[in-house]
């Protein structure tokens, strides 16, 4: 079965630091990806997606990712963390190879240090 | 625009017991999907429905079901519950189904305990 696989269960930066969470996904068809966030005790929000135009793709609070064809990545990057940041992040994919529906990463739990 | 609404936000049923969760989607929205939330399976996905049918269902027992009505409001429906069903069951609606890379919306989620 197709997945997607996301580096790292847990992060941990520092305050103003890079924030780069990594996800693979398996499919020799590029599927549409999507990152979410979960803070706790709530839903999933929609951060990014990826529907096959622009490779570099801007969401919401500052976040971007980058789709690579070659390394069927798509990392999530912030330039500059805060500590509202910390949450867990799912990628997730799409598309008639993962039987339409959302196939999710297994989450990154992101610490951000004061 | 309201976002996805999920009710009851809390349970907590015994054993046994059956338990029915209902979701509102979106406005406009006619594919509703359901996921189970678990901290050792991860998301999972339960079923989804589109115009009262369902199209799509993942790797559960009979006892989880569902339906949709003619106003793409959603039930699931678990039966004869597990402490395995223990769970964050999250809701969500677009307006095509996964496969044409709409987005998709969750909802806050319905914390199901079974003890």
């Known amino acids: 079965a197709q997945s997607v696989t996301q580096l790292g269960s847990h992060v941990s930066v520092s305050e103003g630091a890079l924030v780069l969470l990594r996800c693979n996904y398996s499919s020799s068809v590029p599927p549409y990806l999507f990152w979410y966030v979960q803070y706790p005790n709530q839903g999933l929000q929609l951060l990014l997606k990826y529907t096959s135009a622009a490779t570099l793709v801007k969401g919401i609070n500052g976040f971007e990712a980058e789709f690579k064809k070659s390394e069927t990545s798509f990392h999530l990057t912030k330039p500059s963390a805060h500590m509202s940041d910390a949450a867990e992040y799912f990628c997730?994919?799409?598309?008639?190879?993962?039987?339409?529906?959302?196939?999710f990463g297994a989450g990154t739990i992101l610490r951000v240090k004061s | 625009k309201a976002g996805v609404t999920q009710t009851p936000r809390y349970l907590i049923k015994t054993r046994g017991q059956q338990v029915t969760l209902s979701c509102s989607p979106i406005s406009g929205h006619r594919s509703v999907s359901w996921y189970q939330q678990t901290p050792g399976q991860g998301l999972q996905f339960l079923f989804e429905y589109f115009s009262e049918t369902q199209r799509n269902k993942g790797n559960f027992p009979g006892r989880f079901s569902g339906r949709q009505f003619s106003n793409s409001r959603s039930e699931m429906n678990v039966s004869t519950l597990e402490l395995g069903d223990s769970a964050l069951y999250l809701c969500?609606?677009?307006?095509?189904?996964?496969?044409?890379?709409?987005?998709?919306?969750f909802g806050e989620g319905s914390w199901l305990t079974v003890v």
């Open positions: 969500a609606s677009s307006l095509q189904d996964a496969n044409s890379g709409n987005t998709i919306y």
């Open positions: 997730a994919v799409s598309g008639r190879e993962y039987g339409n529906k959302l196939v």
